[in-house]
């Protein structure tokens, strides 16, 4: 069992940043960053496979930042530019399991979740 705890969200203005942080109670390859709003589904929005590669939503590519300190067993989310639109609860997620590169954004890779820090942007 591995346990996952986030921290780093909080209420921002429209443009502003949060670093979100995710750790993990022991080593795991995969991890990654989630966010849900009330009433939609839980949306990947960047992924590290532990390998050295990563992939991000296009509604984040570059303005989000994923990283890892695998000496921390931490995960990290840098969130620049930010918009109302990126208002939802964030997760970490993380697996052990091999998987496909292009499956790394679905929730269904994921046996292993945090219970999620909210972020809020007001414009």
């Known amino acids: 069992q591995v346990q996952l705890v986030e921290s780093g969200g909080g209420s921002v203005q429209a443009g502003g940043y949060l670093r979100l942080s995710c750790v993990a109670s022991g080593s795991i390859p995969h991890m990654a960053w989630f966010r849900q709003t009330t009433g939609k589904e839980r949306e990947g929005v960047a992924a590290?496979?532990?390998?050295?590669?990563?992939t991000y939503a296009d509604s984040v590519k570059g303005r989000f930042t994923i990283s890892r300190d695998n000496a921390k067993n931490s995960l990290y989310l840098q969130m620049n530019n930010l918009q109302p639109g990126d208002t939802a609860r964030y997760y970490c997620?993380?697996?052990?399991?091999?998987?496909?590169?292009?499956?790394?954004?679905?929730?269904?890779?994921?046996?292993?979740w945090g219970r999620g820090t909210q972020v809020t942007v007001s414009s």
């Open positions: 590290d496979n532990g390998g050295g590669s990563t």
């Open positions: 997620a993380a697996d052990r399991r091999p998987t496909y590169f292009s499956l790394l954004l679905q929730k269904n890779t994921y046996a292993y």
